[in-house]
């Protein structure tokens, strides 16, 4: 069971969060700050478990992967509301708004893996002491009754989520068009244009596969 029945999102998705989650490791290798490391490796550990979730890999290790993203978000959540004194975490308002973003990003991956973990452990059960056609028949039957790739029972999550993402990539892409490097800016500070405007551009399409994602799951 997948995300997408449809082989080229799902691959399109797939390059895009390796991509993305590369892109993070180098920007923590070259970070000198030990919390900015930490967050992107988060970052880019959220996208490996994506795409483990869009191929239906490892589906035995579900808690512990939504374990790994609920103490993320945890983390950018605490970062999100840490006192002014700490100007390593989450420093000024934007940062907070940042981090605050990113701990709801980590809380709603954690819910797919979730509810696809749920759909893909009823997929595999099968009564035992059975002979194998009817265990078959067994197995059409229980698949036939699971839920699918959705949240069914709570569907306006998964439409609130889906309203989320969609604002925030069309707030991320705003950013992109509207950033600027001031003529009086430092050379040093004008070689980090090209990646602000990269991480800009990830956030953007990070937020509309999410939105993307959680529209399936809400149809």
Not at 62 to 87: C, D, G, S, T, Y
Request: aromatic share 8%; hydrophobic share 55%.
């Amino acid at each position: 069971m997948r995300v997408f029945n449809i082989p080229a999102i799902t691959w399109t998705l797939t390059v895009f969060l390796l991509v993305s989650g590369s892109y993070q490791v180098l920007q923590a290798a070259k970070s000198q700050q030990r919390t900015d490391q930490i967050n992107k490796c988060l970052y880019a550990l959220m996208n490996a478990l994506t795409v483990t979730m869009l191929w239906n890999l490892a589906p035995s290790t579900m808690l512990a992967q939504v374990a790994v993203l609920a103490v993320a978000a945890l983390w950018f959540f605490i970062q999100a509301v840490a006192r002014p004194e700490f100007k390593t975490i989450c420093a000024g308002s934007h940062g907070r708004l940042k981090c605050a973003y990113h701990g709801i990003t980590m809380a709603a991956a954690a819910l797919m893996v979730a509810v696809m973990g749920r759909v893909t452990i009823g997929e595999n059960v099968a009564p035992s002491g059975t002979s194998m056609p009817h265990a078959q028949h067994a197995m059409m039957v229980q698949i036939h009754r699971m839920p699918s790739a959705t949240l069914d029972h709570s569907p306006d999550v998964a439409i609130f989520l889906t309203i989320v993402f969609g604002v925030a990539a069309v707030v991320f892409t705003v950013l992109l068009l509207r950033f600027r490097v001031p003529a009086t800016t430092l050379p040093k500070t004008a070689d980090s244009k090209p990646s602000v405007k990269a991480e800009q551009a990830l956030e953007a399409l990070g937020a509309a596969a999410m939105a993307l994602m959680f529209a399936t799951m809400s149809a």
